[in-house]
């Protein structure tokens, strides 16, 4: 599936709009060329270019969520890039070979270190609500929230986690955690601009990216404030050096 990008997108890009679309069209004469070698081949379907990758994921999800493979792959329309510093057509035959549907979810551009935390960052949400990302179009994150999420994720959380630039695995059994309805609701979103839904992926699916945990708090000296039989970080290593 390929996606309009002769649409304005919503950020950066080095390759002009006519680039983006010359590349999407070569991309398809090739990739239909080897279709009569395939036991299942790939279709083509033209969509808006609303919310970036966005609109294509999630009407792909709509279309198929009957009928779901085992695991689901969703990629960007380059081999290579800043991002994701390897040949990604090479990559998927191994990354499907490892990647258990059991692990529900994966994020593509950093699969090589995912042991090591790979692209994954975490804020408390009240710096993101203070100090929004740039780039995510999450400005209006508790809106956002409060719009798309809350009904099927629960209340704005206190602490969230996100993987960047949109590339992922995901397993069948993940996608229908949720309903179909939830996913319609995200497309519409999308589609009338509230959400480029690249800050929210994860969230979706992985549990663990989203956590009700308290922040640490300070005192008006800038001291981390104990809670009540809570070691300081020094009486941890006084207690570590009279067991060793």
Known sequence: ?????????????????????????????????????????????????????????????????????????????????????????????????????????????????????????????KQLLDFPIMGFHIEKLGDIWTELFHKELGPLPNKICWDAFAQFAVSKAAIRKHPLSFYKKLHKGTVAGVTTMEFFWRAVFEPSAVSMEEPPKYDRLGHLVMKPHELTPEEVLEQQRHVD
């Open 1 to 125: 599936m390929v996606h309009d990008r002769a649409g304005k997108r919503s950020h950066e890009s080095k390759m002009t709009l006519q680039d983006n679309l010359i590349l999407a069209e070569e991309s398809e004469v090739k990739v239909k060329a080897l279709n009569p070698r395939r036991r299942n081949p790939i279709k083509f379907t033209d969509v808006p270019n609303k919310g970036d990758e966005a609109g294509a994921y999630l009407w792909w999800i709509i279309q198929n969520y009957e009928s779901l493979p085992d695991v689901s792959f969703f990629i960007q329309g380059h081999r290579c890039a800043d991002h994701a510093d390897f040949d990604m057509a090479t990559a998927l035959p191994n990354v499907r070979q490892c990647f258990h549907p059991k692990q529900g979810y994966l994020d593509l551009n950093a699969y090589r270190s995912v042991k090591d935390g790979g692209n994954t960052k975490c804020k408390w949400t």
